[in-house]
Every structure is written in structure tokens, then in C-alpha cells.
């Protein structure tokens, strides 16, 4: 191997240091920003590590168990909210505990950037009584993963490994560390009284795990990457996760620092030694205010003189990302209180560039050409004047809440949708209830709920946005594509079928594209009771992009913009008074064309 | 030599690629680099930031206001939202073209490529406009305007990347039957940029 660097996002970074640790299952379901460490695990496989898109996250957290119970190193990958899903085979698993090395990462979102809540993992480590690392950068976390397995390994437990997506979606030159000499998996060993989980071990493996946990406090302290960076001063910084790196961007000589990478359990004496000769704190950290809330109670406990300013305080935003600038305010106003106060009013007073022209916002949109705005179109055509809620779930088609569709009434959690429906309906008999379901999401945790349905004979129409992928994460491969991770082809599970053996009768399956075809389905689908379900299949456009464009004949047009107001595709756009289809977006889905009453948009040529 | 540049644009636009191929060009040269890039949601048609930075002892992925070298827009709008990023003496390079998002399609507000350029005219120290347009008819694809804004920050010398270097960073990078349609584009850029 040759020791040049290479440029290396941070979620490779992770796969390669977990590859290098000798990793031999690795198992998760996408999720941003976690999703690429899956996907780079497979591009550098060797065929030695079994690598799969598990169903969804608890199916994955389990595979893994079973995996590092027969003494495999084992990856784990999933977003913030993926744990939620996972946490029911994660908590038993923090007793039973593990034979191989067997990291979960799970990629928190500060901000949230493309996330339904701001939770940290972290918390989940406390929760769960779980060691937690938290790397700062790309070319940290491919070091320290390797440190995370064989701290699992040694102390046979799970452990939870935490970037967060400016550490996932940041690149570095990296590096790459030497391979570990890792032995073979010993397979699985029978003892009951090990792997089985009963009230009387779980008893005894608690009183197990807070006596290690108390050492492992210990033993951290002496961990490299928990660190003190002397100073003079006798105000100080404590840091970790990416919050540190926009820490060492601005910090002031001689402001002793503390670095945290191991917030549970936390290094207790290490923080000891930085608290005992200083008089006041500042903690910097995103999500929630944990190393804050562990300081106030060490210095509670050892009794020290020194006030702890954060989150809890108000010395810092609680909500949010921090950055470079967030940091640097931060910390200008700790170590000069008065000053600032001063230039605070300043600021406020000081008039803002007022000449700025205003700037379109940009919201996210389906792409041109997507299935699932025809779907959306279909189904407000459809049921235009009648009382109708629409209950949408997680994926791409959340965007069809934006107008002009507006066609997304709720949104909670994966799967939720199909639930949801039902609970209104209960209440709202009157209304008819759309669940909007895509085929990723269906599979990960949407079956349960049309049992739910069956079974209670609650009323919903479910609609099923199968665009053959899961498209907003990347285009992964799912249980219904008929393809693995690694490329090999895979039993295709049609989600038809599951419905029928589930016990729903009535499934109209159609092309959304064929716009009158899908409306007649859906209007023969809101009709009745019990379970109806409407199968919308067409590929995801960014995946089989088509040669086809539309185009608008001026002389046919008739400005009268029904085509914008109604479908809101970003092909189409006004050019002073006249509307276009902008040739370079458009994929000739020719939606458009049966939307305009004039008949002015018709298929070209146009990709020569 | 310490250098930050930020790429700005519209999800679709390539503004990813861009950023990787100034991060090699200078890794190519022996220095480290980092970048940060908007992966998600955004990446439908949102406004998409890219960060890239070289040099010693950087820590942040993300550039810091005020001290971007070279901001790289491909949407003359864009460039207007992330001009409180660049350093003071620094170099705007921008498409003068805007991309309309369907919000303002929809009505609201007069959104123009005038009022932006014009603005980037009066409150950018130093500014190139490119005449994307122009660029993609003349390469022959819609598809290269990220290499031909690269074509135009290696001309300027402003990122401590020459010429030669970036070509040879898009050689080894781009697919094969791509490298002479982006040569030339690149080549089109360097025009543009005061070749
Ligand atoms: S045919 Fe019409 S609706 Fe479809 S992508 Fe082109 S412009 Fe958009
Ligand atoms: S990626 Fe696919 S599913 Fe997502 S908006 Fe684009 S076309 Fe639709």
C-alpha cells in the first residue's frame, strides 16, 4: 500500500477504517447522512464481508448480533431515527453484549439538514449504558473506528459510534491506516445462560455493566483522543464532535481546551484535572447538552469551584448547528462578557446591506419528469371537491406537499402513513384516506400497518409510489428490485402479492403516467370500504432517464399558465410572458401535455 | 499556501464534481485539502454549497465567512446569496445566467439575471462573468459549465492551481469518453477567465 493520500468522504473514511479493522458482516438501512458507509463497505469488498440493505434497521441491528455472537467484527449503519427503529434489539443487546467487535454507527443530523428530528445519539448511549464515540473529522473517524472495534471486542459489548453529517459529507486527505491482523470468527458457542435473555441474568448483567461502565470511565480518561490542550487562562473550552474543529478555527491563545470523544461513559478524572484549576467553562456542543449536563455533574459530585456555561445556561443556541461563526460569537462573548455587550448593541444598530436584491428561496422539489408528481396529479384530480386527507410518509414523494401539488397532509415517521390514515378515519368516517406509501418505505415498515388495517377492517386507500428504488437517499436497491447491495441478483418480492396474501382484495395497479387510466383507478379505489389499495409503477426519472422532451408550441399557447399552476415541474418556466419547457430538465413525461387545455405541448426531438 | 474557495449553484448542476477536482489538483501539488458538500434533500433542485480548502492547519470543513479566496457560482443568484463568504480582495467567478425555481415561476417576485449581475458588480472586489450559455452551445452540452468555471479559476491564478494542473485533474477524473468534450470546455473557460 502506498502511503499517498487520497481524498476521502467522511462516511468512506468510516468504511475504510472498518474494513482495515477487519470487519466481516456489515448490515444497514439508508438514511442521511449515513447512507454511503454501506455503500463504500461494498465497493472495496474483497467478497469477504457480507454487506446488505437490511429490510430496515432493527432487521440490520439484529443480523449484526447474530453475527457478532458467532465472534464476527460487525458494522452496523443507520441515521439518527434508524436507531429509534433499532432500539428495541439494542437494549437487550447492551446485556447480552457481544463476542466479535461490533460497532453501530449512527449518524446524527444537527440542523436537522434532512432529518424529521434533532435527537443525539449520544443520549442513546446513556440510555442504553452504551460506550459512545464521536469523531471530528473524516480522517479522525477512520482512525477511531478501528479503536471502537477493538474496545468492543475487549470489553464485549456493543458500541455506538456517532459523526454527524458535516463529519459524514466532509472529504480529507486521508491516509489510510495499516490493516489490523485480525483471526478468523470462531462461530457461534451454545451457552444459554450468555445468550439468552432472562429477568434473572438481565439482573445480574446490569449490576455488571454499571461496575464496567464506572471503570471504562476510568480507562477513558486515559484515551488518546480525550484530550486537554494547556493554557494560561483560567476560563476554559470544552468540545467534541465537529464542534471541536470549529473550535480550533478560532480559538484564542492560551484558552486551555478539553476534548471530548468519548461522552459515555465520560472520562471523569481527565475532565478532574482540566475543571480543578479554572473558574468558569464554556460548553460547546450540538444536539443535546450532554458533555454540559456530565461537567455540572462532576463538579456537583467533586465539589469544584468552577461554573459551566452552555446550552443549559443560555450561553449557547440549543437548537441547530453550530459553525465556525456560531463558535467564535460563543466564545468572544465568554471570555469577554462586557465588551461584547457593547458591540452587541453595536451590531444591532449598525445598518445591514439593504441594497441586496431579493433572492428566491429554493426549496426542494420533485425533479422534472418525476412518476410521483403524475401520482400526486392522479389522485387531487381524482378527488377534487370531495373531502379527502392525504397522509403521506418518508422518501422523495414527502415533496408533494409543496404547492402547486399540495397533496402531503401529514408526515410523522417511517410507515406512519398507513397507520395515520387509519386513526383519522376512525374519527372522521366521512372523509375518505389516502396513504401514500413508496416502495422502499412499504417494505421497511409499511406492511405491518395494511395488516393493522385488514385486521381491524379499518377503511384507508393505500397508495403505493413504486418507483422501483429508494430514491432519496442515493437510488439503494430494495427487497422489491430484485438486486443485493454488492450488485447480485435477489428474489424480487412483489408487493402486489404481499397484499393479496395479507387479505386485500381490491388493488388497481397502473402506470401514473397514463393519466386518464390513473384517475379511473383512483375514483373506483375511493368508492367502498375495508383496505383498497392503488399500485402507481414507474421508475424513479433519475435512475432510467429518458431520451423524450416535450416542448411548447408558441403559436399554440395561450399563456394561460395552467401547466405551472397545476404540476409545478421544474422544466417548465415563464420567459417574460411566455411559458417554456426548459429542454435540459424536461424527460418528455408528457404529463404537462395532458394537463394543457389547449393542446400546445407535444413530444420532440430534442436530445439529439 | 492557504486557500478556500466555495462553489455555489442549483442541485443538478454539477457544483459536487467541481469541488472534488480542485481538492485532487491541489493534493496532486502535496497540499491537504478538505471540502464539505450538500448530499440530500437539497440535492432536488435546492441551493447546493460546496466548500473546498487547502492548505495547513485547517480544522472546519466549511469555509468561514469572509474568507473565501474564489467564490465559483454557477447561478448569478447563488452567487448573490453566498457573497458574505468571500474575503475581502477576493475573486467572484459567475455564470450570468439565473435558474428560475418554480416558486418564482409560480409568481412571486421579479427574479432577474440583471439585478444580480449587477449587484455582484458593485459589492464583488474583483468579478468575472461567464457567459454559460455561450460556453455549453459552443462545447456542445448543457453538462460542462462546472469544468468551464474550473477552466476560468485556474486562468485567474486565484486558486494556486494553474492551467495545467486542472486539465490534468479533469484528465484523470472524468470518464473516458468525456475528457475532450470537457478539454474544451475547460479551454472555453480559461478564455473566459483572461486567457
Ligand atoms: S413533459 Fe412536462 S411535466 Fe414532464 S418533465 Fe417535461 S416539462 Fe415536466
Ligand atoms: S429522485 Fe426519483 S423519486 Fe426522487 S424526485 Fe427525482 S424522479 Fe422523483
Redesign the pocket.
Known amino acids: 500500500m502506498s502511503s499517498k493520500k487520497i481524498l476521502v468522504m467522511g462516511n468512506e473514511a468510516i468504511a475504510l477504517g472498518a474494513i482495515r479493522a477487519g470487519v466481516r458482516m456489515a448490515a444497514g438501512y439508508p438514511g442521511t447522512p449515513s447512507t454511503e458507509i454501506l455503500e463504500a463497505i461494498a465497493k472495496h469488498n474483497d467478497g469477504r464481508i457480507h454487506v446488505e440493505w437490511s429490510v430496515n434497521e432493527k432487521a440490520a441491528m439484529e443480523v449484526g448480533a447474530g453475527a457478532a455472537y458467532a465472534g464476527a467484527r460487525t458494522l452496523v449503519t443507520m441515521k439518527q431515527v434508524g436507531l429509534n427503529v433499532a432500539s428495541d434489539p439494542l437494549m437487550s443487546l447492551a446485556y447480552i453484549g457481544v463476542k466479535g467487535g461490533m460497532v453501530i454507527v449512527s449518524a446524527d443530523d444537527p440542523g436537522p439538514i434532512s432529518s424529521q428530528t434533532e435527537q443525539d445519539t449520544r443520549t442513546f448511549g446513556v440510555f442504553s449504558k452504551l460506550p459512545v464515540f464521536d469523531p471530528s473529522s473524516p480522517e479522525e473517524a477512520c482512525e477511531m473506528i478501528g479503536e471502537a472495534f477493538e474496545f468492543s471486542e475487549k470489553y464485549q459489548t456493543p458500541v455506538l459510534f456517532r459523526p454527524t453529517t458535516r463529519v459524514c459529507h466532509a472529504c480529507a486527505s486521508i491516509e489510510l491506516p495499516e490493516a489490523m491482523q485480525i483471526s478468523e470468527p470462531e462461530g457461534f458457542v451454545k451457552d444459554t445462560m450468555r445468550w439468552v435473555i432472562f429477568p434473572r441474568t438481565s439482573y445480574l448483567n446490569h449490576i455488571r455493566i454499571e461496575k464496567r461502565n464506572a471503570k471504562l470511565s476510568e480507562t477513558l480518561s486515559e484515551y488518546k483522543r480525550n484530550f486537554i490542550l494547556e493554557g494560561d487562562k483560567k476560563k476554559g473550552i470544552v468540545t467534541g464532535g465537529i464542534s471541536y474543529a470549529y473550535t480550533r478555527e478560532v480559538l484564542p491563545e492560551g484558552t486551555p481546551l478539553l476534548k471530548i470523544s468519548t461522552p459515555h461513559p465520560f472520562p471523569e478524572e481527565l475532565a478532574v484535572r482540566f475543571l480543578k484549576d479554572l473558574d468558569e467553562v464554556l460548553v460547546l456542543e450540538e444536539l443535546d447538552p450532554m458533555i454540559e449536563r456530565q461537567l455540572l455533574q462532576i463538579a456537583g459530585r467533586r465539589h469544584l469551584p468552577v461554573n459551566i456555561y452552555g446550552k443549559l445556561t443560555g450561553h449557547t443556541k440549543n437548537a441547530g448547528e453550530n459553525s465556525t461563526e456560531s463558535v467564535r460569537a460563543d466564545i468572544e462573548r465568554f471570555l469577554n462578557p462586557a465588551e461584547n455587550a457593547v458591540s452587541d448593541e453595536l451590531a444591532a444598530d449598525a445598518p445591514a446591506s439593504d441594497d441586496i436584491p431579493e433572492l428566491p428561496v429554493r426549496p426542494p422539489v ?2 422534472a ?4 408528481r403524475a401520482s400526486f396529479y392522479a389522485v387531487k384530480k381524482a378527488m377534487k371537491g370531495k373531502k379527502a386527507v392525504f397522509s403521506g410518509d418518508i422518501g ?1 414523494y414527502t ?1 408533494g406537499n409543496a404547492k402547486p401539488l399540495d397533496m402531503v397532509d401529514t408526515c410523522l415517521c417511517m410507515g406512519a402513513g398507513v397507520t395515520i390514515a387509519q386513526g383519522l378515519h376512525a374519527i372522521e368516517p366521512d372523509a375518505v384516506n389516502f396513504a401514500f406509501i413508496g416502495d422502499s418505505t412499504f417494505f421497511a415498515s409499511g406492511i405491518t400497518g395494511v395488516v393493522n388495517a385488514v385486521y381491524n377492517g379499518n377503511d384507508i386507500v393505500l397508495v403505493v409510489l413504486d ?1 422501483s428504488t429508494t ?2 437517499t442515493g437510488h439503494q436497491p430494495h427487497p422489491g428490485t430484485g438486486k443485493t447491495i454488492m450488485g447480485d441478483v435477489a428474489a424480487k418480492i412483489s408487493i402486489p402479492a404481499i397484499l393479496r396474501g395479507i387479505g386485500v382484495e381490491r388493488i388497481y395497479e397502473c402506470d401514473p403516467l397514463n393519466l386518464n387510466e390513473a384517475v379511473n383507478a383512483v375514483r373506483e379505489a375511493a368508492q367502498g370500504s375495508g383496505v383498497r389499495a392503488v399500485i402507481f409503477r414507474s421508475p ?3 435512475v432510467s432517464r429518458s431520451e423524450k422532451c416535450c416542448e411548447v408550441k408558441q403559436e399554440t399557447c395561450r399563456k394561460c399558465k395552467v401547466c405551472i399552476r397545476e404540476l409545478g415541474c421544474p422544466a417548465i418556466v415563464t420567459e417574460g410572458d411566455s411559458v417554456k419547457i426548459d429542454a435540459t430538465l424536461c424527460c418528455g413525461c408528457g404529463i404537462c401535455a395532458s394537463v394543457c387545455p389547449f393542446d400546445a405541448i407535444g413530444e420532440v426531438n430534442c436530445h439529439e | 499556501m492557504n486557500k478556500n474557495c466555495l462553489l455555489c449553484g442549483v442541485g443538478g448542476q454539477g457544483v459536487v464534481l467541481a469541488s472534488r477536482l480542485i481538492a485532487y489538483a491541489a493534493m496532486e501539488k502535496g497540499y491537504f485539502a478538505r471540502t464539505a458538500e450538500t448530499i440530500g434533500m437539497a440535492q ?1 433542485g435546492g441551493s447546493v454549497v460546496s466548500h473546498v480548502r487547502i492548505g495547513e492547519r485547517i480544522y472546519s470543513p466549511q469555509v468561514p465567512v469572509g474568507s473565501a479566496d474564489v467564490i465559483l457560482a454557477f447561478e448569478a443568484g447563488e452567487a448573490v446569496r453566498c457573497l458574505p463568504w468571500l474575503k475581502k480582495d477576493g475573486l467572484v467567478i459567475a455564470d450570468r445566467r439565473i435558474v428560475k425555481p418554480v416558486t418564482a415561476s409560480l409568481g412571486g417576485g421579479n427574479y432577474s439575471a440583471e439585478e444580480m449581475t449587477g449587484y455582484l458588480k458593485k459589492h464583488a472586489d474583483r468579478l468575472i462573468l461567464v457567459d454559460g450559455d455561450a460556453i455549453c452551445r459552443e462545447a456542445g452540452s448543457s453538462k460542462v459549465l462546472n469544468v468551464a468555471l474550473l477552466g476560468a479559476a485556474a486562468q485567474s491564478g486565484a486558486l494556486g492551481i494553474t492551467p495545467e494542473e486542472m486539465l490534468d485533474a479533469v484528465r484523470k477524473n472524468v470518464k473516458e469518453k468525456y475528457i475532450a468534450l470537457n478539454e474544451k470546455a475547460l479551454m472555453l473557460g480559461r478564455k473566459a477567465g483572461g486567457m
Request: proline share 7%.
Open positions: 420533485l425533479c419528469g418525476c412518476p410521483h422523495c415533496l418507483n430514491a432519496m424513479c426519472i433519475a | 432536488r
